[in-house]
């Protein structure tokens, strides 16, 4: 008996100890499937929350988008815009289209990708060819003039002058209208500077004393760009900035260019009448104007911008800030940038026009958002800066 009882015990212990052991692992693993389903819920959660903010984000640009279409739609159908537009934040595309023709005569619709004179829009180009070769030690903006062009009859021009609008230099547009001996004859940056060399056109103001929007600025700054990097401002253009940057369709196009263009998409300006806007002679000279591109190749130059990418983000934030004393901080100029302060709410931009093209091109920095506009009439009247900052 005692035999039997002590094997039973022990057996007995083995078997309870089994049990124990079995139903601990049988709470280990309910307690394991537990946390699984809290966590697949609360990973579910996580993605539901996600795609509600995703929805509520994508209605917001339904929303802004719509406002924006009414906008240029409305204008286009009364005839008061044809052209292209793109507006992006933070580096999102929220729209983007193209209204009418770029060839009233032919018919053939405007595209996102057409390739429009950027007239003044150039400048901000411009301005960043210099920048760039600023960062690469080839320059300074203190440099003057005649460090590169010795024979420069005006003193203490300073490339920051040029850049910012403040050297005082006459208007060449206006002096080659009179030294320019044909209107047949395309007249080139270099043939600026010779006239100002041989004729000396009497200057608006001393350097550096006050603003005075002047293209001969950039056209002067042209010249600079080519005599540093040892090439001309096509090749420039195209080496350092277009194709790194993937602009495929800008281009800069002078005169001959212009007269008979071989590359593709490039639209048809109109003047005010609707008819076809004429050639210049001054078409010879770039970088005040002269500079095609589109909508979708400038939102490549402006992502890059906020990225840092080819000229760092210290200098850009140098060109926005406001050069001139003598001016109000909601109506300055930079290097390259016109620009409107208004409560720690800076808005830089350019608008341009130049036979039968008007472009604009908007940032507002602090919620990184761009207006990129570009139209091939002159027919402006209904679309303005306000306007369009109104849009975002």
């Given at each position: ?265 490039v639209v048809v300006g109109y003047n005010k009448r609707g008819r076809r806007a004429e ?9 005040d104007k002269g500079i095609f591109s589109t909508v979708e190749d400038l939102f490549k ?92």
């Amino acid at each position: 008996m005692d035999d039997f009882l002590s094997i039973f015990a022990r057996r007995s212990g083995s078997f309870l100890t089994r049990c124990y052991f079995f139903g601990l692992s049988l709470i280990l693993v309910f307690s394991f499937l537990v946390s699984c389903d809290q966590a697949e819920l609360s990973e579910s959660n996580s993605q539901i929350n996600g795609e509600i903010n995703d929805f509520v984000h994508l209605v917001v640009d339904a929303k802004k988008s719509a406002k924006i279409d009414s906008f240029f739609t409305s204008r286009y159908k009364h005839r008061a815009f044809n052209g292209t537009v793109l507006i992006a934040e933070k580096g999102r595309i929220v729209y983007e289209n193209a209204f009418g023709f770029a060839n009233f005569k032919e018919k053939d619709s405007l595209k996102t990708n057409s390739v429009f004179q950027l007239a003044s829009v150039s400048k901000p180009l411009t301005s960043f060819a210099v920048l760039m070769l600023y960062d690469q030690g080839k320059l300074d903006l203190e440099d003057d003039v005649q460090k590169y062009f010795p024979d420069f009859p005006y003193e203490n021009v300073t490339i920051r002058m040029l850049l910012s609008h403040r050297s005082g230099l006459p208007e060449y547009m206006y002096f080659a209208d009179k030294l320019w001996p044909s209107r047949s004859k395309p007249i080139t940056n270099q043939d600026v500077l010779s006239l100002m060399i041989k004729f000396k056109p009497y200057k608006y103001y001393d350097p550096g004393k006050r603003y005075n929007y002047s293209n001969t600025n950039y056209c002067l700054l042209v010249l600079i760009i080519e005599k540093v990097s040892g090439m001309t401002f096509e090749a420039f253009m195209k080496s350092q900035i277009f194709e790194p940057l993937g602009m495929k369709n800008s281009y800069v196009l002078r005169y001959e260019d212009i007269k008979e263009p071989e590359i593709e998409n490039v639209v048809v300006g109109y003047n005010k009448r609707g008819r076809r806007a004429e050639n210049s002679y001054l078409n010879g000279v770039v970088g005040d104007k002269g500079i095609f591109s589109t909508v979708e190749d400038l939102f490549k130059w402006d992502t890059a911008i906020y990225q840092g990418r080819l000229v760092r983000k210290e200098t850009m934030e140098e060109a926005f800030k406001p050069a001139h004393k003598d001016l109000r901080l909601n109506d300055n100029y930079g290097f390259g940038w016109r620009i409107n302060e208004n409560d720690g709410d800076k808005i830089v931009f350019h608008s341009g026009w130049w036979k039968g093209f008007r472009t604009y091109y908007i940032r507002k920095l602090s919620e990184q958002k761009t207006i990129i506009v570009l139209t091939n009439t002159a027919r402006h009247n209904f679309i303005s800066i306000r306007k369009l900052t109104g849009l975002i």
